[in-house]
């Protein structure tokens, strides 16, 4: 057994540490050891993106990545989409008007590539560059047209609120 390393992060803007050994993954870390578990581990080799998270902003795949790299940098997962007294960020009403999720298990990775695609490009408009965009995450349900209208729909609403 390896030699367990300290690490310590910030998630959903809470400080967290904790012991691991230097192979644990960021999902198992965050699944296992904080009980989060809506990051959903699929293929755990990043192809289906059920683990998307944020790091440092960007959204990356928690199977791919160790807890031991994630030291001293900052996490969001989907439990910290939500406001503080409960209220959900757009795109998760989106997702909810739109009928964007069914079995509910791809959606947390959707959410949170969605996030990131919104914070990089609030302008996005094209139905095909949303649809390129999210081509990493994969949904067996849907079918992905109520996941396109959702982005369309808040990307709208983010336009909007540029426009003086």
Do not use: W
């Amino acid at each position: 057994m390896a030699e367990k390393r300290t690490i310590q992060l910030t998630i959903n803007g809470r400080q967290h540490s904790g012991q691991v050994e230097p192979r644990r993954t960021l999902a198992d870390f965050l699944r296992q050891d904080l009980d989060l578990t809506g990051t959903h581990l699929g293929c755990e080799h990043g192809v289906c993106g059920s683990c998307t998270i944020l790091l440092d902003g960007a959204a990356v795949r928690s199977c791919l990545v160790l807890a031991v790299q994630a030291n001293g940098r900052r996490v969001e997962t989907v439990e910290g989409l939500a406001g503080p007294k409960g209220e959900l960020h757009p795109i998760q009403t989106a997702f909810h008007k739109h009928h964007a999720l069914q079995c509910g298990f791809c959606t947390a990775g959707f959410l949170m590539s969605i996030v990131d695609l919104l914070n990089t490009r609030p302008d996005i408009e094209d139905e095909n560059e949303i649809r390129t965009a999210l081509a990493g995450n994969l949904c067996r349900c849907t079918g992905y047209s109520g996941i396109v209208a959702a982005v369309l729909e808040v990307a709208a609403q983010l336009r909007r609120e540029r426009t003086p």
